[in-house]
């Protein structure tokens, strides 16, 4: 069974300090991770997707097969980044995702 | 396009009352999926449909839960009968084959239930 494991259900930093988010999961095959976001307000939607190994918004998040791991980071935080973070999963032939129960980010000033 | 579109946003009811939510996908989208929000689980996928055909409904939790969708463009979420721990946020959310493995998930704004 897969499974997407995000182990802190709250982060609170200083504006302009490190952010990183924690991301581990677990799957036997060859899994799709991706990060979707969710503003105060608004919909959820993705921010970013590990196949395509960009940056958004500042965010990155490297795939680690080995640790079985895909954490979100952000060199320099804002207060606009304050948000929920969901980690999500897909893999072969099930096109459904498996979100992690999510980190909200504060950011303060 | 306006996105996927719920109804209705918010729902209050009382315990053993039947309740139904619904959901329109972005047009053309193939996929549409049904996931509830808690605190305590975050994101749970309840069911997805394939080209209006149930995938996989083992997300489901219980009988008193069930979902239709009778053609490309309209999905309905029912439960009947409702129970207070069924109060959560309702997500309905669309996706488009080839846009990746996985496919970018584009979500409505929900339908927050509550059960008194």
């Known amino acids: 069974a897969q499974r997407v494991t995000q182990p802190e259900k709250l982060l609170s930093v200083f504006k302009g300090a490190p952010v990183e988010l924690k991301c581990n999961y677990s799957y036997s095959g060859s899994p799709e991770l991706f990060w979707y976001v969710q503003y105060s307000r608004q919909r959820l939607q993705l921010l970013l997707r590990h196949i395509s190994r960009e940056s958004i918004k500042g965010f990155t998040a490297d795939l680690n097969k080995g640790e079985t791991s895909f954490h979100l980071k952000k060199p320099f935080a804002q207060e606009e980044d304050s948000a929920m973070y969901y980690c999500a999963l897909s893999n072969t032939g099930r096109r459904a995702l498996t979100f992690g129960s999510g980190t909200r980010l504060q950011v303060q000033p | 396009d306006a996105g996927v579109i719920q109804s209705p946003r918010h729902e209050v009811t009382e315990m053993g009352q039947e309740v139904t939510l619904r959901c329109k996908p972005i047009s053309g989208h193939d996929y549409l999926f049904w996931y509830r929000q808690t605190m305590m689980r975050g994101l749970e996928l309840l069911i997805y449909?394939?080209?209006?055909?149930?995938?996989?409904d083992s997300g489901m939790p219980e009988d008193r839960f069930s979902a239709k969708m009778p053609n490309a463009s309209f999905s309905t979420l029912k439960i009947q009968p409702s129970e207070p721990r069924d109060s959560a946020v309702y997500f309905c959310?669309?996706?488009?084959?080839?846009?990746?493995?996985?496919?970018?998930?584009?979500f409505g704004e929900g339908s927050r239930l509550t059960v008194l």
């Open positions: 959310a669309s996706s488009l084959l080839g846009q990746g493995r996985g496919g970018e998930l584009f």
């Open positions: 449909f394939n080209n209006n055909v149930p995938i996989d």
